[in-house]
């Protein structure tokens, strides 16, 4: 079974996922100083957005299934190439790691959600950048 199915390139929607990427990004930011395991899942939701954004802008989304979240990484890695693949190892260790937070005991160190609203900082001006380029 295909883990995308098409639909039709809307620059609305783009553009509302990837404003909600952004947001997502300064919420995980300043919830630094309170809270690393929010932190870091919203930093961690924050990538997922911008993916979901560059996802629409190729006429693609996921399917909603088991492992979708997955899919979604390896989509974005299969469009962006491996010149980020440090960054897209780095997003699917947090997707692991969210997983075993949100679902069993998982401890977030304040040094691995700085480093994870660091990424989703630098994911997003990556992904924002392709964006502008597909939809020029």
Do not use: W
């Amino acid at each position: 079974m295909t883990t995308t199915r098409p639909q039709a390139v809307n620059r609305r929607q783009i553009d509302q996922f990837f404003a909600s990427a952004r947001n997502k990004a300064v919420t995980a930011r300043k919830n630094l100083r309170i809270d690393a395991e929010a932190a870091y899942q919203i930093a961690y939701e924050a990538m997922l957005k911008a993916s979901l954004a560059l996802m629409l802008c190729h006429g693609s989304r996921p399917r909603v299934q088991l492992g979708h979240h997955r899919a979604i990484i390896e989509f974005v890695q299969q469009h962006l190439g491996p010149k980020h693949a440090p960054l897209f190892a780095l997003f699917d260790h947090m997707r692991r790691k969210r997983n075993n937070a949100f679902y069993d005991i998982a401890l977030i160190t304040d040094t691995e959600a700085k480093e994870a609203v660091a990424a989703a900082e630098e994911y997003l001006a990556i992904i924002s950048a392709e964006i502008a380029l597909l939809l020029k």
